[in-house]
């Protein structure tokens, strides 16, 4: 892969010295969309937290755009260009949906097309621009978290189970956006447990469990693996 | 009865500008300043000396507030710099350890050095007529400057990317990080902008009483109660919650007697405490 934007070496990481994350490796090339696959406590947020600062690798290195990141603060990486939206979301619940967005391209003066954009691809963000984000339901907060994300032009998107606690058919709509941004030519890592959803999405995926990377493809292959298909598709 | 609560609205104000300060430290990084009292008494000393040494007023005091400001930054850089290192309940812990001891050595300090110096900033002229009331210029000029700093503070923080991006601090911290946000300068700056305070809330109060090497205590508690009442971490809290106690403060004084007033006011803290641990215009920035 000649442009590759993001790559994750050997890395392991956990919280009191206890790891959770071993040796995970993974690659993201320019304009791709990669899945993380993986159940409940597999190791998906360690490995993306690791990714963007918020936890220490206790070893390996992590790479952005051939530049190492290992260990960098999180604000810096946000500044260079790569924007996590954890599951919490992590918004900030008393401000209206308009600051929260202006925040996200911080330090950045934000961009009047910018917010046009974000307003365009979630109309309901731009219907509620002077509600306070913990005012929202679930899936406009998911939106505006994506949204505010997008709002420094980051070159690479990490997501972290962006249907937490969606319905079924939020669900859907939120994929329905990344499959918009996807088109618009954005790099996209994302975690998911919705893997019939997220194979629909991603070009290439990798099934992590127990804290390693058991095994990798394209999203077709993964679709037809019979463990793939046995543990996350319901398919016996 | 008017007089009664007008000057409670000029302390009110005086409160308000002491507890504010305090409030966004405390909002930002969870460290309990209990030398804000302290810091203050430090900045009037250094106007007080100024002026003895020969210098105008204006001087001495952009001098003096200058030189709280170094000195916060400093405590800042070196103190609070471990303190945030550690999170949760021992941060908390340290952190209030920590600037208790700051705030003894200043008052040691002053005390050993210059245990007779004061500041008293004079405001001369006859007393002005406010609704039937003859105010001292001193009090006016005092309230004027906390309702200018407090309206500047407002709009910086509501308006202004800097402001925005402390209140994502003390909302939530991992989210401001995530948008590029580094909570460590937001800390040092505000911390810094807090001490200033401290010492313009130094020369006000001193328009009305002086301020001694032995206020900074008192000063310490007022501010707790007014951001403690007013929800820590609460601009608006603090300015509504310092007027509410200063006409509490001066009604208490006028009906009971001024030897009851520490005790009103530790007492609405505690109330307060008690049905609203959140304070009373807390969940606000």
Not at chain 1, 73 to 78: I, L, N
Not at chain 1, 125 to 146: D, I, N, P, Y
Not at chain 1, 210 to 219: D, E, F, V, Y
Not at chain 2, 128 to 138: E, F, H, I, K, Q
Request: with cysteine; glycine share 12%.
């Amino acid at each position: 892969m000649a442009d590759e934007l993001l790559r994750v070496s050997d890395v392991s990481a956990g919280y009191l010295g206890q790891d959770v994350l071993h040796g995970a490796a993974l690659t993201v090339g320019q304009g791709e969309v990669v899945a993380v696959i993986g159940s409940n406590g597999a190791g998906k947020t360690t490995l993306f937290r690791a990714v963007c600062g918020l936890v220490r690798p206790s070893g390996g290195t992590v790479h952005f755009d051939g530049i190492d990141i290992t260990g960098l603060a999180t604000h810096r990486a946000s500044r260079s260009g790569l924007a996590y939206v954890p599951a919490e979301r992590h918004l900030f619940p008393t401000m209206s949906v308009r600051e929260n967005l202006v925040l996200g391209a911080y330090p950045e003066r934000h961009q009047t097309e910018q917010l046009e954009f974000v307003y365009e691809l979630f109309p309901r963000l731009g219907e509620r621009k002077t509600q306070h984000a913990g005012k929202m339901s679930g899936g406009e907060q998911q939106m505006l978290a994506v949204a505010r994300a997008l709002m420094s032009r980051p070159r690479l998107l990490v997501l972290d189970e962006p249907t937490t606690g969606l319905a079924p058919k939020l669900a859907i709509e939120a994929y329905a956006a990344l499959g918009e941004l996807r088109r618009q030519g954005l790099t996209i890592l994302v975690a998911e447990q919705q893997v019939p959803l997220v194979l629909g999405l991603a070009d290439r995926g990798y099934v992590l469990d127990h804290g390693r990377i058991q095994l990798t493809g394209t999203a077709n292959q993964l679709a037809d693996d019979p463990e793939v298909r046995r543990a996350y598709l319901g398919v016996t | 009865m008017t007089a009664v609560l007008l000057d409670g609205v000029v302390l009110g104000l005086q409160l308000g500008l002491l507890g504010v300060g305090l409030t966004l430290v405390y909002g930002l990084g969870g460290v309990l300043n209990l030398a804000h009292g302290q810091i203050a008494v430090l900045g009037a000393i250094v106007i007080a000396r100024a002026t003895n040494a020969g210098l105008s007023m204006g001087v001495a005091i952009l001098l003096g507030l200058l030189s709280v400001g170094l000195f916060g930054l400093l405590v800042d850089l070196t103190l609070m710099r471990a303190v945030y290192r550690l999170s949760g309940e021992s941060r908390v812990l340290l952190g209030l350890l920590l600037m208790l001891g700051v705030g003894t050595i200043i008052d040691g300090v002053l005390e050993w050095r210059y245990p007779i110096e004061a500041l008293s900033v004079r405001i001369t002229g006859a007393p002005v007529s406010v609704l039937g009331v003859a105010m001292s210029r001193g009090a006016l000029m005092a309230s004027a400057i906390a309702l200018v700093a407090g309206f500047l503070l407002f709009i910086f923080l509501q308006f202004s990317a800097f402001g925005r991006a402390t209140r994502s601090v003390i909302q939530d911290e991992e989210g401001a990080r995530l948008c590029g946000v580094s909570p460590a300068t937001v800390r040092s700056t505000i911390f810094v902008l807090s001490a200033v305070l401290a010492g313009l809330v130094a020369v006000t109060r001193s328009m009305t009483a002086p301020i001694t090497v032995t206020s900074g205590f008192g000063l310490t508690i007022l501010a707790l109660v007014v951001a403690v009442v007013g929800g820590l971490g609460s601009v608006s809290g603090a300015f509504l919650a310092g007027l509410l106690l200063g006409i509490v403060n001066t009604v208490s004084a006028f009906t009971i007697g001024s030897y009851i007033t520490t005790i009103v006011l530790l007492a609405a803290a505690a109330i307060t405490i008690l049905i609203r641990p959140s304070g009373l215009f807390g969940g606000r920035t």
